[in-house]
């Protein structure tokens, strides 16, 4: 069973950034793809980002390309996502998520994929 935490949430003007980390439990996480996610009450979550576990194929949802980047540090057992140029509409609990196995339909933005889920983390964003 994967824990993952998640840190790095707050408040944030716009066109500011922030910095969210995601902390697996697993040892093993580096063999995890890993993902972040978004939800707005009242909304479906959202994709956002995807990376493998090698770290050297990342995914962007079309809102967030150019301006998010993730990343991550498998000595640290952690995934990033630094998030520059925030917008209001922006503003959403963040999710990170992780899957064993990279689909192979590449369906890596369905949340359906994703076996372990932190607890979110708020982020906020004012105009």
């Known amino acids: 069973q994967v824990q993952l935490v998640e840190s790095g949430g707050g408040l944030v003007q716009a066109g500011g950034s922030l910095r969210l980390s995601c902390a697996a439990s697993e040892r093993t996480f580096d063999t995890y793809a890993a993902g972040w996610f978004r939800q707005v009450p009242g909304k479906e979550r959202e994709f956002v980002a995807a990376?493998?576990?090698?770290?050297?194929?990342?995914y962007y949802a079309d809102s967030v390309k150019g301006r998010f980047t993730i990343s991550r540090d498998n000595a640290k057992n952690t995934v990033y996502l630094q998030m520059n140029s925030l917008k209001p509409e922006d503003t959403a609990v963040y999710y990170c998520?992780?899957?064993?196995?990279?689909?192979?339909?590449?369906?890596?933005?369905?949340?359906?994929?994703?076996?372990?889920w932190g607890q979110g983390t708020q982020v906020t964003v004012s105009s």
């Open positions: 990376i493998t576990w090698s770290g050297t194929s990342p």
């Open positions: 998520a992780a899957l064993r196995t990279w689909p192979s339909s590449r369906t890596y933005y369905r949340d359906s994929e994703y076996e372990y």
